[in-house]
């Protein structure tokens, strides 16, 4: 096979991959995706945000239809195929996979169905079904992503130890489910499985669930565990793992005292790791940090200044759509433009129910780091949308600078939030102001009325709460 | 014990060190200087923290050093002398930052990078470390290679918007093409080597650092000012006898009371009076910045060159602490013990060349200063007084301002004024409490 020469090569094809990929193509690179997986789309499309979403969003109706009771529209106990379940799921996923081929085909990017190790700074070796081949580039960009962490003792080679990649495939509803993490994945597939009937217990080694959110956002997702879920434990561990016929014996320890249960099923959700492993990733060389993340400077380019890293391998928070924006931030520096990942807003949304987001300074980020903030908060029991969808429990809360009356920060928590903090991101962008979000009209009813009233909560005359102003003027 | 950088003073966090006065195994005293580092303000000596036996000197000349590094350690009176371990001067954190910042190669396709807008480097005050500003605009500043930090916004909560951007390029130009300080070595294309020798015999030496540095601002100062300078003569025959007067109860308290700090609190009063000889030009910002405050630099003439300590808050202090202060700071230029924060931050500056000689001269404006004060040596001449001619003791003097703040009619009621305030001076004002 004669070697293909390329201006770009992108491994991984990925959000991050595909969105590199496509974005040279059209700034007229000659360009070459690599992914070794049939369907591009990488871990968001196969593997995490869509077909957990398309999950939640399935099986959120089980729940709504037992609440609906109390408003006098009552259902009967629903039956659960499976099997339809998960086709629906492959389908939406075939959709959106077919969807990125076609893009990439009409964009003229060859897309390579092959495993790539790079051989050096300018050629990448790959090992496709036919055999093996060589690409020489210009420059590249890795963005070969990440994998969920099994730690050594949880991988005794059971299936019923599940990390999320299998848990998304919902082989069978267990009647017990442990989940060793309550991070966002934990606490996504959580709901997923106690919806269908399983019944679910967290458990987490911190005194909080969903670390890195607020502690006042977190609350009403905890209500909704200690209600859905069989149990929530707090500064829990696991120690030890066995294989008790078709069930997992579970040795844990909380409140100072061992636990030995058995599960029929336990999912691992515990981090992530970086796809780093035979790569070739010594042959261009690449530095890389000491948890195996790619180095990279604030324009995504690594040690060899011809290779850029982006997404999950490059470190930092591992959502795709920081990895797309590295995409950008990448292609832009190959291109010669003047990109850069500073001060760059990404936005985290769980989508736990109720979903919780935020974007900017956190208020606890704050309190660490000694800035000074103001916080305006607006409970959602005050929103008429909020009660007209009987989903009182959420809050909306800025975090402002008291000088500038700048936003730093935005979080919200409570149905459609990860809808909602979008205007946060522009707000906080655009080096808004209390007042330029006090002054926008929101339309009423909606939720979005929230992020408007806590912002006038902090000017303290919000109409639809009354805050007993504390400072005398 | 390890000498460390210290901290030299707002805004000034390296510098280089320019010469080492020490080696390995030299006894030296506390306070001793053992080199000297130059920064943007000065070049200041760098005393030992201890007595002992020079164990190990970290840096060469030319290193650029920032505040917190180990620039010699010494092995202290009464310790071992077991070398201590001690982590080698770190490279500055901004240098490593600039490093990854530089983008490495520039792709074939690349486009033609814009030439950078030429700035003077001195100005890079940041005047808004978290800057707010659109995505759009950040992006355009990227583009062009503006650092956001240096401009103030002026929509709500200080967002940067477009104009703003715009205003701020416009700044830059104005600068970028305003007439450019030459600097005293570097950039310019070196003059040639003449051979003196073919005339005759001559001896060549080194240009000292501190003469390098002289010489730098000097110029710079010079083509960057347009100066004009105002004489005058004041008759000081009275303030002469108050002096021969009030000068054996100084004595008596260990001071030498000169003309200067005479000069100083007629000075002070003028000053107050015309605020606008007490400030300075924010070339960046196009502001006035008026000074609150009165910090009189005087020149000391050593033997290695020209040095200007500051004495702070000249306007509260008293005409013996003045006499003092004065005493102290040129004997401690002289021995080159003054520190870097001794010689910075001056409002207003006082060359006396009296002791030596000497009529009138024109001073050099000392930057970011806006006016100077040359006092020559009084002498009796024959004058005017009530129709009559007299002998009295004139002292020449000359005050040289920049022009680009200062017009020529306040510089005449600034040196009427001055003469007036040292008439005025009465013996309450000499008087020792």
Not at chain 1, 362 to 385: C, D, H, L, N, Y
Request: glycine fraction near 8%; proline fraction near 6%.
């Amino acid at each position: 096979m004669e070697a293909i020469k390329t201006q770009l090569v992108v491994l991984g094809g990925g959000p991050g991959g595909y969105a590199a990929a496509f974005y040279a193509a059209d700034k007229g690179l000659k360009v070459t995706l690599v992914e070794q997986d049939p369907r591009l789309g990488g871990v968001c499309l196969n593997r995490g945000c869509i077909p957990s979403k398309a999950l939640l969003n399935a099986t959120k109706l089980i729940g709504e239809a037992q609440e609906s009771a109390k408003r006098g529209i009552v259902f009967a106990k629903p039956q659960i195929d499976l099997s339809t379940l998960r086709a629906w799921k492959e389908s939406v996923l075939q959709k959106l996979g077919q969807g990125i081929a076609q893009l990439a085909q009409k964009r003229g990017v060859q897309v390579i169905n092959a495993r790539g190790h790079f051989e050096s700074a300018h050629q990448l070796r790959i090992e496709t079904p036919d055999g093996q081949g060589f690409i020489e580039f210009e420059h590249a960009i890795v963005a070969v992503g990440s994998k969920p962490a099994l730690p050594k003792i949880f991988d005794l080679g059971n299936p019923r130890i599940m990390t999320s990649t299998q848990a998304l495939e919902i082989e069978e509803i267990p009647q017990s489910l442990l989940i060793v993490g309550g991070g966002y994945i934990g606490m996504e597939l959580g709901t997923v499985y106690a919806s269908l009937g399983s019944k679910v217990v967290v458990v987490e080694a911190l005194d909080s669930i969903l670390a890195g959110a607020d502690a006042d956002l977190v609350r009403p997702v905890m209500a909704y565990a200690k209600k859905a879920f069989q149990e929530v434990r707090l500064k829990a561990k696991v120690v030890q793992m066995s294989t008790a016929g078709k069930q997992i014996r579970v040795t844990s320890q909380f409140n100072g005292e061992d636990r030995e249960e058995l599960y029929d099923r336990v999912l691992i959700s515990v981090g992530r790791v970086p796809n780093a492993e035979d790569l070739g990733i010594e042959n261009v060389p690449l530095t890389r940090d000491d948890k195996g993340f790619i180095k990279v400077d604030t324009q995504q380019r690594t040690n060899t200044p011809n290779v850029f890293a982006i997404g999950d391998i490059a470190g930092g928070v591992m959502l795709a759509h920081k990895a797309a924006k590295e995409a950008r931030i990448a292609v832009e520096a190959i291109t010669g433009e003047a990109s850069s990942s500073s001060h760059v807003v990404i936005p985290a949304v769980v989508f736990t129910d109720p979903e919780v987001a935020w974007c900017g300074l956190t208020e606890s980020e704050a309190k660490a780091k000694g800035i000074q903030v103001k916080v305006a908060k607006f409970p959602w029991g005050a929103s008429g949308r909020a009660l007209t969808l009987d989903r009182t429990d959420g809050l909306t809360k800025l975090i402002i600078d008291p000088e500038t009356e700048r936003i730093l920060g935005v979080g919200i928590v409570g149905h459609g939030a990860g809808e909602l903090i979008a205007e946060g991101v522009l707000a906080i962008e655009m080096g808004a102001t209390a007042t330029d979000l006090a002054e926008c009209v929101h339309p009423h009813p909606t939720l979005s009325e929230t992020l408007m009233e806590s912002a006038e909560v902090f000017f303290g005359h919000a109409t639809h709460t009354f805050i007993r102003k504390t400072e005398p003027k | 014990m390890d000498v460390k950088l210290p901290k030299l003073g707002e805004g000034s966090e390296t510098g280089v060190v320019v010469s080492i006065l020490v080696k390995v195994g030299d006894a030296v005293t506390k306070g001793q200087t053992l080199l000297e580092l130059e920064n943007e303000k000065s070049v200041a000596p760098i005393p030992s923290t201890a007595s002992g036996i020079i164990q190990r000197v970290n840096v060469k000349e030319g290193d650029k050093v920032g505040v917190g590094s180990v620039l010699i350690s010494v092995a202290v009176d009464g310790e071992s002398n077991a070398p201590t371990p001690s982590a080698p001067s770190s490279p500055l954190a901004s240098e490593s930052i600039q490093r990854t910042e530089v983008s490495h190669t520039a792709p074939k396709y690349a486009q033609e990078p814009t030439p950078p807008i030429a700035v003077d480097p001195s100005h890079g005050a940041i005047i808004n470390p978290s800057p707010a500003a659109a995505p759009s605009v950040r992006k355009i500043a990227r583009e062009l290679g503006i650092d956001l930090t240096q401009i103030r916004g002026t929509e709500s909560g200080g967002r940067i918007v477009m104009a703003d951007l715009r205003a701020h390029i416009d700044r830059l130009q104005k600068l970028a093409f305003a007439p450019k300080a030459i600097p005293g070595r570097g950039q310019s294309t070196p003059a040639e080597s003449i051979d003196f020798a073919q005339w005759g015999i001559v001896t060549r030496k080194p240009l000292t650092t501190l003469r390098k540095v002289i010489s730098r601002r000097m110029c710079e100062n010079w083509t960057s000012i347009p100066h004009v300078t105002q004489f005058d003569e004041f008759d000081i025959t009275p303030l002469l006898a108050l002096r021969k007067e009030f000068a054996p109860a100084y004595e008596a308290k260990g001071a030498r009371l000169t003309l200067t700090p005479l000069i100083i609190k007629a000075l002070i009063s003028t000053l107050k009076q015309h605020p606008i000889f007490n400030a300075s030009i924010d070339e960046v910002l196009e502001e006035v910045v008026l000074k609150h405050y009165y910090h009189v630099g005087i020149a000391v003439d050593t033997e290695a060159g020209l040095f200007v300590p500051v004495i702070r808050d000249a306007d509260t202090k008293s005409l013996l602490e003045l006499s003092r202060d004065l005493e102290t700071l040129a004997t401690k230029a002289r021995d080159r013990k003054i520190s870097a924060e001794e010689l910075k931050g001056g409002t207003f500056t006082i060359s006396n060349q009296g002791a030596i000689g000497g009529s009138h001269f024109t001073p050099i404006v000392n930057k970011p200063e806006v006016a100077i004060l040359g006092l020559g040596r009084g002498t009796l001449k024959p004058t005017v007084v009530e129709k009559r001619i007299e002998a009295r003791t004139l002292l020449p003097v000359a005050l040289s301002y920049d022009h680009r703040l200062i017009d020529g009619g306040s510089a005449a009621r600034f040196i009427v004024d001055l003469q007036h305030n040292l008439s005025n001076l009465t013996p309450a004002d000499l008087k020792l409490a």
